[in-house]
């Protein structure tokens, strides 16, 4: 009975055609759900730092001055809580693996100088705001303390 079975499943595979690739000659074919690797849309991203924070593997780092967003990819598992919390969704999981290397390290995306540009502006307007507001909030006390005075 077993040889009978092991010879249906020769004469199955004789006549089917192969289930690998010739790859890397013929590229792979990565379906739709592969977990493969993150990718960022830099320029849309806010810098608050939510994926760092929800990162289990502690693989991102983001500054917030410099307009960086860096990963360690031989550290990231591809789990997707960063693409989950980021508000502004500008990361996905997307298909095909990182290339392999002989060292670790980080790829760092930075934002491009017109949007680090009109972050810098609304840094300087926020804190030029802040400072007056400190500057009004100072006179009033100085005024009223003044008026106790009298
Ligand atoms: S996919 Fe998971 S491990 Fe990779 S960077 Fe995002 S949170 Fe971290
Ligand atoms: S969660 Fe999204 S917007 Fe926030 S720092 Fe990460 S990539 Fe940028």
Redesign the pocket.
């Known amino acids: 009975m077993a040889i009978m079975t092991f010879a249906g499943t020769a004469l199955k595979n004789l006549f089917s055609k192969p289930v690998t690739t010739k790859y890397p000659a013929v590229p792979a074919e990565y379906k739709e759900r592969t977990?493969g690797h993150?990718e960022i849309s830099i320029d849309d991203c806010i810098s608050c730092g939510m994926?760092v924070r929800?990162?289990?593997?502690?693989?991102?780092s983001v500054d917030k001055i410099k307009g960086t967003w860096s990963?360690n990819r031989f550290?990231?598992?591809?789990?997707?809580?960063?693409?989950e919390?980021c508000p502004k969704k500008c990361?996905s999981?997307v298909a095909g693996y990182q290339e392999p290397g002989a060292e670790k390290g980080s790829v760092t995306y930075t934002k491009s100088p017109e949007v680090l540009a009109e972050e810098a502006r609304k840094r300087e307007e926020m804190a030029k705001k802040a400072a007056e507001a400190k500057a009004a909030a100072a006179a009033k006390a100085a005024a009223a303390a003044a008026e106790k005075k009298d």
């Open positions: 977990r993150i994926c929800s990162c289990p593997c502690g693989t991102l990963i550290d990231c598992i591809a789990c997707g809580f960063c693409v919390k990361l999981v």
